[in-house]
């Protein structure tokens, strides 16, 4: 059997390796070609047991395995990503981000959390079973990308053009973090993810404020007006059609959500509020995991200099929840604000390419019997908390329509680990404890009670 209960946390060995690969500031949005691959090299040389490989898409490379030696056995398909967020003010991190530190109990640098330590975590436990066995309990492909930072443009093409050699029974994603770190969490669900702009001209050009004003319509003006107009006082979305199919939170649910431990007074004091806000009707936590979202990102506009802008730009984003079709939102707000007639001004929106529907698991798939009970394992004392992850994972919805198979959530990240911000960190005690609960989880949907069933004898379809 393989030892995980060998791996020390502390072992400078395994915090050297994670090291360089950390070092390589694989940020997708701006990073050149030969530093993305050079990141992709290091995950393929990582799975030579697998065949690894580097292959070329229409944008960064991804990075493909697969060790199919075990007929008749489930095949999984292990997705995860390579590229990191952008470093933004080094001003503000406490070390350099691209060098892994250590401080305390914890492990400091960009894409240690999300996703560099958890995509580690598995390749260790490849590599552990192919050690000390010989081979893996179940049939494992792997799939690395480049580009889901950035929305990942180009894996639809790429996942639909080669569907049939990634075809598998279940999708692990190293990504998407637990909720907290006071329990053990497992995702059922994600949202989904539109995205608009809404530009409101007038001039030709910037005017002149004191030649101009009280004579023509400001664009800023009418653009926060529009923006007001998009909820009502009670934090409920004013936008006619948003809320179509989106299913009544049941009672059963309303009492599941209630019984999950969650300081309301603490989550606002953490975030430096005097107090909460959001749709009426809805608890806190309610609102987070099974309600849609409308959110103004951010309003672009002049200066503080004194000129009446030609042009005012707000960006907007909505999270989506089972039932919302993304172009039907899209089509709802632009009709809402096209219908906002104010005089002196143009008024268009423009929806961003690639809206994501929500994502969901039943709670009853075998996958989250058998991760609960790996989780279990792991940790003997604590309840597993089946949660949701209010952000977006564009790929689970990609995975179930061109493969037609479900992702399970399965990352030792954690939400409050700076994931997208300075000084990003990962608790170095989640790379043993990942590793026991991927042994584990391989384990029980190979040959337990949650095994999967293959849909043919030889591993593949």
Request: glycine content about 10%; overall charge negative.
């Amino acid at each position: 059997m393989v030892d995980m209960l060998s791996f020390d946390s502390t072992d400078a060995a395994y915090l050297d390796e994670l090291a360089d690969y950390v070092a390589v500031p694989s940020v997708s949005r701006d990073a050149t070609a030969e530093t993305m691959r050079t990141a992709a090299q290091w995950l393929a040389a990582q799975l030579s047991f697998a065949g690894g490989r580097v292959v070329d898409t229409a944008g960064h490379p991804v990075v493909r395995g697969e060790w199919l030696g075990a007929p008749g056995a489930p095949t999984i398909l292990v997705y995860g990503h390579y590229d990191v967020q952008p470093t933004g003010d080094l001003a503000e991190w406490r070390t350099p981000p691209f060098e892994l530190r250590v401080d305390g109990d914890v492990m400091r640098g960009r894409g240690v959390t999300d996703d560099k330590g958890p995509v580690f975590i598995v390749l260790k436990v490849a590599q552990a079973f192919i050690e000390q066995e010989g081979a893996l309990p179940l049939n494992v492909k792997f799939l690395f990308e480049g580009e889901e930072e950035i929305g990942s443009p180009h894996l639809p093409a790429y996942l639909r053009e080669h569907a049939d050699e990634l075809a598998a029974d279940l999708v692990i994603s190293a990504d998407g973090a637990m909720w907290r770190p006071s329990e053990p969490s497992l995702s059922i669900a994600s949202k989904g993810l539109v995205t608009l702009d809404v530009e409101v001209s007038g001039a030709a050009t910037d005017l002149h404020s004191g030649r101009y004003g009280g004579t023509v319509a400001n664009p800023v003006h009418a653009l926060s007006e529009i923006l007001a107009g998009l909820h009502a006082a009670d934090g409920r979305v004013a936008v006619d059609g948003f809320y179509d199919g989106i299913p009544e939170l049941s009672d059963e649910r309303r009492a599941a959500i209630a019984a999950v431990p969650f300081d309301e007074d603490r989550y606002r004091d953490d975030l430096g509020l005097d107090g909460l806000f959001g749709e009426a009707g809805y608890s806190t936590l309610e609102r987070l995991w099974e309600r849609p979202t409308l959110e103004i990102n951010g309003v672009l506009a002049g200066g503080k200099y004194t000129v009446i802008p030609h042009v005012a730009t707000a960006h907007i984003s909505c999270r989506l929840v089972p039932g919302q079709r993304p172009e039907r939102v899209l089509q709802a707000i632009t009709d809402h604000v096209l219908a906002q007639k104010i005089p002196g001004v143009r008024v268009a929106v423009r929806p961003d390419k690639g809206g994501v529907p929500a994502y969901t698991i039943p709670a009853g798939h075998p996958a989250i019997r058998a991760a609960t009970e790996a989780l279990a394992h792991v940790y003997p004392d604590q309840d597993v908390l089946l949660a949701v992850i209010a952000g977006t994972l564009p790929a689970t919805a990609l995975f179930e329509e061109v493969l037609g198979a479900k992702t399970l959530f399965f990352s030792f990240s954690t939400a409050d680990e700076n994931l997208h911000a300075p000084n990003e960190f990962m608790r170095i005690s989640r790379l043993r404890e990942g590793m026991r609960a991927w042994e584990r989880l391989w384990r029980l949907l190979a040959d337990g009670p949650h095994r999967l069933a293959p849909v043919r004898g030889d591993g593949t379809r």
